[in-house]
């Protein structure tokens, strides 16, 4: 299958089946290839574009003829219906945690109690020529995620379980199966059938990448949603979401790091053989897995370790060091917790002690109360950190803080410091308990108490918001957002400019009043540290923003549950407001409802076909009709008009039909952008190639399909250059860029 047919772009796939069941296992064959090609690292046996093409097919194909149902089709990565609830399932063999130490020489005493243990010794890696017996103890980076035990029979997946309390765990399988790195078959062309045990069971760690994980966060923030804690956390929201489009839509990885029941004892002798052989089934089983042969050595590699682990897409928090060998790992045996072959070296946490000096209640954009600690300033990895978040009231509950408590702050995934723990011993007599407000504290309304949505963070508990529209924290939050760089970006108007209009008597509560501050100029001018020369600034800027379309503005407003992604993803599908307006619920949602039953798609659309699905808006079952309802509110038309009545343009600048995308050279892809560019700023460039299908990321992974190389191109280049990843300079892009146009 790696053949010439990169060469040939018509590859025999595109030979219609008449009969729908053999068009479904056709598609589920080239499909379930074509990922696992990918996540081998082969040649790619077709395009991005053509694989969600493929599959959007083989969806509507199998909503169409429910009785063909196969859980571990590849359509499972696209996450299928809600769960209703969570199965507890015994593991085959209990899920035992690791010991841990912080101290190299407990992993010396540690090595010397194995080769105790075993009858062998501790020889230089080069002695070949010793006697006794040798163990070899694989050292691996320690990824900070969430453990699972996923089974296979006769090499289909049956189903992931967490770790739990050991014994016993939940079925999570409805999330992991959206894990394309999670194999569901473990069959291929490569592989004697007889090689797949009749029963296989692989643990490892979901975790979400760095990346993922700020741009999540990113997104709920904008959407009005509570930012996650940590990678960890996050991640383990969303395999314990009931819904798995949720998992689907958050790329998660799965690395795998050790076994449970395998029928056949002959399958591997030990753990670096497992991994390799694993690894031809299609899971990932990192990069960084070293064999050493004595303590110096793994010493050696836990250093090497902690050297590269801040380039990791992942966290880590310490190194696993194991005996390889399933036979000496039986000699050793185990305690009544954990495993005698194996301990983790942790990583100390870059974590400081200092004292909390108050807590201030914030109130956001959508009327969120978030608490934030002011502290002591401490220097922790780094920076000198005197804020931290405390994310919500059901945490401070937890730790029972008291202002004047000496606290415990760590960064989180190394990004936002936050509050993890309070030294009870060292709190103050007169302390007081840090109580959550009742009532708003910019506008004293009563505030609602939202339980909790999911159960996507079982510490969040409830979320608290000040209702009321009027609220002048919550306008002077809008106000910011909607004036701020990825908004409308009004030169001119940042925070403390919009706080000396509004302690004026210039009206300023609407995001409509902006365009009519020119109206105020003389009373501008006079206010203080203004003057004529930023008044004009500001009028300049103000005029300069009414141009900026319809995706900017509805980033702006912020809408609940449109941050900029969606926001741009609308306004490529609808030309401009009124277009917005005027559709239908079911165009809000085209990727939630091509997954429904024909039956439930008719009574939906009035239509029996597919839709046509080439754009996505990011709104799915669960938060199109959220919008939909304010589209059609009075509120959303009396914001809109008044816009347009002062001149802001609510058409769309990324509208694309979709016919356009399809044709454009970067439709579906993947693009890093790196180094100076002449021609082009980064931003700029970002929102050209995304107009144009593509998918423009940070960071350079697997998935990306294409660098952007300018001058003085430097880590990623060479990151893309191992990888493989085709690599385009400046001229490249031009050529093709300005071909396009002709
Ligand atoms: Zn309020």
């Known amino acids: 299958m790696n053949d010439d047919s990169t060469h040939d772009h018509k590859p025999p796939y595109h030979v219609r089946v008449s009969d729908a069941k053999d068009r479904i296992y056709e598609l589920r064959s080239l499909l379930s290839r074509a990922n696992s090609a990918y996540y081998l690292g082969e040649s790619q046996i077709m395009s991005d574009t053509e694989f969600d093409l493929l599959l959007k097919e083989l969806e509507a194909l199998e909503a169409d003829h ?180 949720v998992a689907a839509a958050r790329n998660l990885g799965f690395l795998a790091h050790g076994s449970g029941e395998i029928s056949d004892p002959k399958f591997a002798s030990g753990h670096a053989e497992f991994s390799s052989k694993i690894k031809r089934f299609g899971f990932d089983i990192g990069e960084h897995r070293t064999i050493e042969s004595n303590a110096d050595a793994i010493i050696g590699a836990i250093h090497r370790i902690d050297g590269i682990r801040h380039d990791l897409e992942y966290a880590t928090d310490g190194v696993v060091i194991r005996v390889d060998s399933f036979e000496q790992q039986a000699t050793l045996g185990f305690t009544s917790k954990s495993p005698r072959w194996c301990i983790a070296y942790k990583f100390p946490a870059e974590r400081k002690t200092t004292r909390l000096l108050s807590v201030e209640h914030q109130v956001g954009k959508t009327g969120k109360i978030t608490p934030r600690a002011t502290l002591e300033p401490v220097n922790l990895a780094g920076t000198t950190v005197s804020h931290a978040t405390l994310h919500n009231y059901g945490m401070i509950r937890t730790r029972d803080l008291h202002v004047g408590d000496t606290v415990e702050v760590e960064k989180a995934g190394e990004i936002i410091p936050q509050v993890i723990g309070v030294v009870l011993q060292d709190r103050p007599k007169d302390a ?107 009028i300049a800027g103000i005029e300069a923003a009414k141009s900026q379309g319809l995706a900017r503005v509805l980033a702006g407003m912020g809408i609940r549950h449109i941050g900029t992604t969606t926001a741009k993803q609308l306004a490529r599908r609808f030309k ?35 839709l046509e699905t080439t754009y996505e808006t990011g709104l799915g079952a669960d938060t199109a009709p959220v919008i939909f309802e304010y589209l059609h509110s009075d509120a959303a038309r009396d914001a809109f008009d008044r816009l347009s009545a002062c001149g802001v343009d609510l058409s769309s600048k990324d509208y694309q039909d979709a016919e356009s995308i399809i044709d454009s050279p970067f439709a579906g892809k993947t693009i890093v952008i790196t180094g100076t560019l002449e021609r082009f700023g980064r931003t700029e460039l970002s929102e050209q190639l995304e107009s144009l299908g593509a998918k423009v990321t940070g960071s350079v992974s697997k998935s990306t399909d294409l660098l952007i190389a300018g001058e003085k191109a430097g880590s990623k280049l060479s990151k893309a250059q191992t990888l493989g990843i085709e690599v385009w300079d400046e001229a490249k892009l031009v050529q093709t860029l300005d071909s396009m146009k002709g």
């Not at 230089?124 to 990824?143: G, Q, R």
């Not at 910019?442 to 079982?458: N, T």
């Not at 706080?499 to 100029?521: C, K, Q, T, V």
């Open 66 to 245: 429910p009785q063909l149902h196969d859980p571990n089709s590849p359509t499972a990565r696209v996450g299928g219906d809600p769960i209703p609830g969570f199965t507890t399932l015994p593991h085959a063999i209990p899920m035992l945690s690791i010991d841990n130490t912080y101290n190299e020489q407990e992993v010396r005493q540690w090595v010397e109690r194995m080769h105790k243990g075993l009858g062998s010794s501790d020889a230089p890696s080069d002695d070949l020529f010793n006697a006794t017996p040798s163990t070899t103890f694989t050292c691996e980076p320690k990824i900070d995620g969430v453990a699972l035990s996923i089974r296979y029979e006769d090499g289909s997946f049956i189903r992931a379980l967490t770790r739990g309390d050991g014994t016993q765990g939940d079925d999570v399988s409805h999330a992991i199966r959206t894990i394309r790195s999670v194999p569901l078959n473990l069959q291929s062309d490569d592989i004697p059938d007889e090689d797949i045990p009749a029963v296989l069971e692989v643990r490892g760690e979901v975790y979400i990448p760095l990346q993922e994980f700020i741009r999540i966060n990113t997104e709920r923030e904008e959407a009005g949603d509570d930012p996650f804690m940590n990678p960890r956390n996050a991640c383990a929201g969303t395999i314990k979401n009931l819904d798995p489009k």
């Open 432 to 538: 007081e308990r840090v109580l959550p407000p009742e009532h708003c504290p910019a506008c004293d309304a009563p505030l609602e108490i939202e339980p909790l949505e999911s159960r996507d963070d079982p510490t969040l508990e409830t979320t608290r918001r000040c209702v009321n529209p009027e609220c002048p924290a919550q306008v002077r939050e809008k106000l910011v957002w909607f004036a701020g760089r990825k908004q409308m970006d009004i030169e001119g108007l940042g925070e403390s400019t919009i706080d000396l209009i509004r302690g004026s008597e210039i009206p300023l509560n609407h995001f409509a009043d902006i365009f009519n501050l020119h109206e105020h100029r003389e009373q501008l001018v006079e206010l203080d540290r203004m003057g004529e020369k930023k008044v004009e600034n500001l």
């Open 576 to 610: 401009d407001i009124d277009d917005l307006r005027q559709a239908e619920l079911w165009e809000l949602m085209p990727t939630a409802v091509n997954t429904m039953s024909q039956a439930k798609r008719e009574e939906l659309t009035g239509s029996k076909g597919k």
